[in-house]
């Protein structure tokens, strides 16, 4: 007996081993099992037996999953061109195997091939996020880097500001975002630029007030005849009565100074205000800022003369760059010129063709375009054999010259574009998915 503790000891070991060389047995039985259901569906699958091919397959991979036969099965949906089909796989392929690039692979070449370029961003979105990396996406994702669709058609459009734009149909004049969402229904005569939550409007009664971004009348200006609002800087803004322009304060109500035949916006401190044949300019008391004057004075869409402190002035046919003391900025003067929408370039032409300089006065891109309106979020547009497109910061070409005209670009990535007389919203895809 007392050898009988040594026997149990190697009655565990010979049973283990047996059920070991059993689980063994096992896995062969079932590898071999795969194999044989594998290639069974390749044999299926080359004879055109699709239905089978199918039930073999599915039958493969409930017994081993892997992304490989997945993709395998992914692309024999492809090759009998069930694309609805094929899209659900790999939109599955990329949820059961969120961190395999190939899954991504698969299902942005389905989208793409479709055309389908908002799911193609938001693909990316998620892969990104993953901090996942392969040169085929990245290949993709340059390939589409600067396609664009369409949102709504309109009459004419004015300028962005404060996230909204001015937008006329029918003859009416209402407001929509930067996505171009209607926000405020067209029912005006006239529509000016939001400014600190407010807008100057003329109604379709003649009558003239500030509303808000909802459209509602806020604000109405007492004791005097409001023909036309600017728009208002610093609580202050211009009053056209019918006869001449004067500059009101918001919040007391009252004519603060002026009378004066054309003016300009109070931004930056600084008006433009015309007299007769001339301009000057002056601060936000009425006090003019130097003794010259001026044949002409630049006002962009919003009516403002001066936009990160530079303005531009015309004396004798020529224009040339001030500072906000009415100091001249270098001696180069211009054709032409745009304001400053950011302070990454301003458009200015010299004989024939426009180029851009920086705030300096320095030249960042040489004059060579047909017409150019001034850089905003990184791109400017530029006329190309009559036709409008947009260049980036180095002057290579982003969107092809195609449109008849063309506004500046929003921080969301849209534009109002122009063709054959009606304006719509251009919507970069990688912006707006």
Known sequence: ????????????????????????????????????????ARECREQGIQVDALSFYNQAL????SLDL???IGDYYLELE?????????????????????????????????ENYVSCY?????????????????????????????????????????GLCPVQSDDLWGYVDQGGSQVVQTQFSKAGPFSETLAGITDAEGNSYFIDSAGNKKRVVQGVSAKELGMICGGIFPLYDGGKWGYYNLEENKHLFGEYDQVSALQDGIAAVKEGE?????????????????????????????SHS??????????????????????????????????????????????????????????????ARSFSNGLAAVQIDGKWGFIDR???VIIEAVFDDAKDFTSSGTVFVCEDGVWKLLKLYKYNH
């Open 394 to 396: 180095e002057g290579k």
């Open 278 to 306: 001339t301009w000057s300019l002056v601060n936000s008391n009425g006090e003019k800022i130097s003794s010259e004057t001026y044949d002409g004075v630049i006002l962009d869409e919003k009516q403002c003369v001066s």
């Open 62 to 65: 409930t017994m081993e999953p």
């Open 1 to 40: 007996m007392k050898h009988y503790k040594f026997l149990i000891p190697l009655l565990l070991v010979v049973l283990f081993g047996a059920s070991v060389y059993s689980l063994s047995g096992e896995k062969v039985e079932l590898k071999q099992e795969y194999n044989q259901y594998l290639e069974q």
């Open 122 to 162: 938001q693909l990316y979105d998620k892969f990104a996020d993953r901090e996942l990396s392969s040169e085929a996406i990245s290949k993709t994702m340059s390939q589409i880097d600067n396609l664009y669709y369409f949102s709504g058609e309109y009459q004419n459009v004015g300028a962005y500001s404060s």
């Open 310 to 371: 530079r303005i531009f002035v015309e004396k004798s046919l020529s224009f040339q760059m001030l500072d906000a003391s009415g100091n001249p900025i270098g001696n180069q003067t211009f054709d032409d010129a745009r304001l400053f929408i950011d302070d990454s370039g301003a458009a200015v032409k010299v004989g024939e063709v426009w180029g851009f300089i920086d705030t300096n006065g320095n030249w960042q891109m040489e004059a060579q375009y047909q017409n």
């Open 70 to 72: 997945s993709l395998e």
């Open 82 to 114: 069930d694309s609805d089909e094929a899209l659900s796989w790999g939109e599955s392929l990329v949820e059961s195997y969120p961190k395999e690039s190939k899954a991504y692979e698969f299902l942005m070449d389905l989208y793409l091939n479709t």
